[in-house]
């Protein structure tokens, strides 16, 4: 058996804040505009196989319309907006069809840009230029990867696929994460128990793999909330303080929370103003309140729900060694949204990466592999990871190694293994080698006629 393929690769986790400002960062690059224009607001919208923008300008309270059409094949701001898509989404809520992402300019000939965004999630998505009208295919694109349940998607998706004949995915009502996102974060809130009872490196590992996804809650109360231009609530203009707490020994310690009642009674107990009764509370990726305390020195550790029965601290070099080491957080979602065509596409993605555990034996690094429940059988399936969090969860001793996903898949099947196991912990997907090959032939078929076509 070769040696696994490695590369050194820090794709790192990105909050919705850093994505929209690095979308505007984009359209100030390709802008062709006259100075002085007080803001521009950017539509984008998928549809089909391409992603559609338009632009408009406001000078002094008049919108001019500009530039629309389709975005360039291969341009850097597609992958931008996939991920914030994707960041978006939450089981059985959706993600959103359309977003206008507004910049701000202040103070020509050298203006400060301000970027905010604004989702639409339920109206039917505009026809901006000569794409053609949104069709039942389109949605049905849409929700195929993006899954909510009958109630919350629009009347109009559903009656337009209907006349067209076209069947659309929903998910249970009772997996409705939307409805529950705001009040608990479960897998974490397991992980932490166990750590708590059990304080070992494993343990504490579980807990950043379970980290990594799902949404968390975060107090700012006390922020300066100024609705933004286009009437979004969190504007530009807003001052956001998050809650943090001071230490004796003079440390700083984000609070973080993994369910409402939590923040409550924190809140309750600190609270000194008799008008205020209830904290305002912010809903956020678990990733990227872990890539705020690896970011800002402000921050020397992170305290999960510091008022309850078990808080929990994870210091900021534990959190850093997280955020610095590669992982596939669509693989990973797509497993916890128990979504096999979307764990496939997941890991087909020439851009995500997947991890081996590896262990030296006779000068080989060999990765790790399911061992069977006949004990006289030789283990034959390969595992590969996520993240390194996911790896050091099952056994600490091991080495990480990353690569490109499919030069991962392509080792698997060289070397003659039966399968590829995703994940060693719950949840996990094991996928036969046959199915493995099929898959890597279809896609080199699929860029190859591609290729011949652009050639």
Not at 195 to 211: G, S, T
Not at 259 to 275: G, Q, S
Not at 447 to 455: A, S, T, V, W, Y
Request: include cysteine; glycine fraction near 8%.
């Amino acid at each position: 058996m070769t040696s696994a393929p490695h590369t050194e690769q820090d794709p790192g986790t990105r909050s919705e804040r850093e994505l929209v400002a690095e979308i505007g960062r984009w359209v100030l690059s390709v802008l062709r505009t006259e100075p002085g224009w007080d803001s521009t607001r950017v539509d984008f919208k998928p549809q089909g196989d391409r992603v559609y923008l338009r632009v408009a300008e406001n000078r002094d309270g008049t919108a001019i319309p500009g530039a629309a059409g389709p975005i360039k094949q291969g341009s850097p701001v597609l992958e931008s907006l996939a991920e914030l898509q994707r960041s978006c989404y939450l089981k059985g809520r959706g993600t959103w069809l359309t977003v206008s992402v507004t910049i701000a300019a202040k103070g020509w000939p050298e203006p400060d840009y301000r970027f905010a965004a604004r989702y639409n999630f339920h109206d039917l998505p505009q026809q901006f230029l000569h794409e053609g009208r949104y069709e039942a295919q389109d949605i049905a694109a849409h929700l195929g990867e993006f899954p909510r349940t009958v109630a919350r998607t629009p009347e109009w998706a559903i009656g337009l696929a209907g006349e067209q004949g076209i069947d659309l995915e929903f998910v249970d009502p009772s997996e409705d994460h939307g409805a529950q996102a705001d009040h608990t974060h479960p897998r974490l809130r397991a992980a932490i128990a166990e750590y708590v009872a059990n304080p070992v490196d494993q343990a504490m590992a579980n807990v950043l793999r379970e980290a990594m996804t799902g949404m968390v809650l975060l107090d700012i109360t006390g922020s300066d909330l100024v609705p933004g231009e286009e009437g979004q609530p969190v504007g530009p203009e807003s001052q956001i303080r998050v809650q943090a707490l001071g230490q004796e020994d003079g440390t700083r310690a984000l609070a973080v929370y993994t369910t409402t009642d939590e923040a409550r009674a924190v809140f309750r107990e600190n609270n000194k103003d008799p008008e205020k009764t209830e904290p305002v509370l912010f809903r956020q990726q678990s990733a990227a309140v872990l890539n705020m305390v690896a970011t800002d020195p402000q921050y020397d550790e992170l305290v999960f729900d510091p008022g309850g029965e078990n808080p929990m601290r994870i210091e900021r070099a534990q959190i850093e060694w997280v955020n610095r080491t590669p992982h596939n957080r669509a693989v990973k979602e797509a497993l916890l949204d128990n979504n096999m065509s979307g764990l496939l596409a997941a890991i087909l993605n020439p851009n995500g990466q997947l991890l081996f555990g590896t262990r030296d034996r006779n000068g080989k690094s060999m990765p790790v592999m399911v061992q069977p429940q006949d004990p006289n059988a030789a283990p034959d399936t390969i595992m590969v990871f996520t993240s390194a969090a996911e790896i050091a969860a099952l056994d600490t001793s091991l080495q990480v190694r990353a690569a490109p996903s499919r030069d991962v898949l392509k080792f698997a099947v060289d070397s003659g293994a039966a399968g590829v196991c995703v994940n060693a912990l719950p949840p996990v997907a094991t996928i036969p080698a046959q199915q493995v090959r099929e898959l890597l032939d279809l896609v080199a078929q699929q860029e190859g006629q591609r290729h011949d076509k652009q050639g």
